[in-house]
């Protein structure tokens, strides 16, 4: 009896080759060693690090590329051009005529200063100068007595000689006739020498006399003219005594109460031209080197914007600040007041398309010659080259790329370290 076996569902199997046998333990190897190569990778990047930092110290921006406006932003207050200040001319009581807010006009009167001792000084002087022009009118009539009886007495001596000539000469032709002695030739003579001599002395007798009568004149006129500019400027300090409005605009503050006595040289009150008003700001150092006269600026408060131009800038640095004068460009804004506080922005330079990173601290280390980028958890330090910065950004100029991110804050805990490890 045949038996029915299982030939029939065997299947002949061939032996698989050494790849098919190992594959399975070749790929498990590779795969180890990749992960060691990248375990040691790993374990030497973070190795060279000098020190780990936990990222809730540091502040990242990314780098981006877009327009750049260089500009400051000020908060200012407003301020007059022209706001001068009245000072007492002499110690008195003070009457004032306006109060504080008061619209004046320019020469109009804001009050008066009483000062007994300089009105009574004016007085004196004023009386000491009628007295030396009067000495000074009297010297000019009595030099004219003078000039007459120089021109008198020169006058007599041409006479005299002219009456001693006529003598001479009849005495001559008398001689000469046997009427008189040769005696009465010779007196004759003698007289008209003696006429020649005073008309001489008369002629020098008065051109002394003009001299000395000019001299006495000049001197008596030099008195009474430098009297004169005395009272003039006594008159002067006593019209001051009058407070009169140097400018048209408002009155600012009075420095003392009304009637009381105010010593010389005491500040009054101040008037204050609304019609010239000024932005004062106050900008960092750093950017006043940039900070030129005739930048245009942008002035804004109240929900309101006008245009402006930088005027004058201090030379001097206060605090670490330097002020400045921002001028209304257009016409005065109306409704501002003395003090108001106004924001001023002022351009410098505007790029259209630029590579620029958040400004911090961080990026002014080392004068802005090297930054942190960050790579996953690890920052390394990168040489770069930094250009202007604005009030929140820097424009970067070499060093890195758009989409880098940046430690632009806390990396002075880094120490200069090359590689930092940032811990979560």
Request: charged content about 25%; hydrophobic content about 45%.
């Amino acid at each position: 009896m045949n038996f029915r076996d299982t030939q029939g569902q065997d299947v002949v199997l061939q032996q698989p080759g050494r790849w098919r046998r190992h594959r399975r333990r070749l790929l498990l190897a590779a795969g180890a060693a990749i992960a060691a190569a990248l375990l040691v990778a790993l374990l030497l990047r973070y190795v060279s690090a000098s020190n780990s930092v936990s990222l809730s110290r540091l502040e990242i921006a990314a780098v981006q590329r877009g327009p750049f406006v260089r500009d400051i932003a000020a908060d200012g207050r407003v301020v007059a051009a022209v706001s001068p200040t009245l000072y007492a001319a002499a110690a008195g009581t003070i009457q004032y005529r306006v109060q504080a807010g008061d619209v004046v006009q320019k020469g109009g009167v804001l009050g008066v200063l009483d000062s007994p001792e300089l009105t009574n000084r004016l007085a004196q002087e004023q009386a000491q100068s009628q007295s030396l022009q009067l000495a000074y009118d009297n010297a000019r009539l009595d030099a004219q007595k003078k000039r007459l009886a120089a021109r008198q007495k020169l006058e007599d001596a041409r006479i005299d000689l002219k009456s001693a000539q006529t003598e001479l000469d009849r005495n001559t032709r008398a001689y000469s006739l046997g009427a008189v002695p040769q005696i009465n030739v010779l007196r004759a003579q003698d007289v008209l020498d003696k006429a020649r001599i005073a008309l001489r002395h008369a002629e020098q007798d008065q051109g002394l006399d003009q001299r000395m009568v000019a001299f006495e004149i000049n001197s008596k006129h030099l008195a009474a003219e430098r009297q004169r500019l005395v009272v003039a400027d006594l008159q002067r300090q006593v019209d001051a005594l009058t407070l009169r409005a140097p400018v048209t605009g408002q009155v600012g503050q009075r420095a003392v109460a009304d009637r009381s006595k105010v010593a010389k040289d005491a500040p009054l009150l101040s008037v204050v031209d609304l019609s010239a008003l000024e932005v004062e700001i106050k900008v960092p150092e750093s950017f006043a080197r940039d900070l030129a006269p005739g930048m245009h600026a942008e002035i804004s408060g109240d929900g309101q914007r006008w245009p402006g131009v930088v005027g004058a800038i201090s030379p001097e640095v206060v605090a670490g600040e330097v002020a400045a004068r921002v001028r209304f460009a257009g016409a005065r804004p109306a409704g501002l007041r003395q003090n108001q506080r106004l924001s001023v922005r002022v351009v410098l330079q505007r790029v259209a398309d630029a590579l620029t990173v958040t400004r911090g601290p961080s990026l002014d280390s080392d004068g802005g010659s090297a930054v942190y980028v960050v790579h996953g958890d690890l920052a390394v330090r990168t040489p770069v080259r930094l250009g202007p910065a604005s009030i929140d950004r820097v424009q970067v100029l070499a060093g890195l790329r758009p989409g880098e991110r940046v430690v632009v804050a806390g990396a002075s805990a880094f120490h200069d370290a090359p590689r930092v490890v940032i811990s979560h």
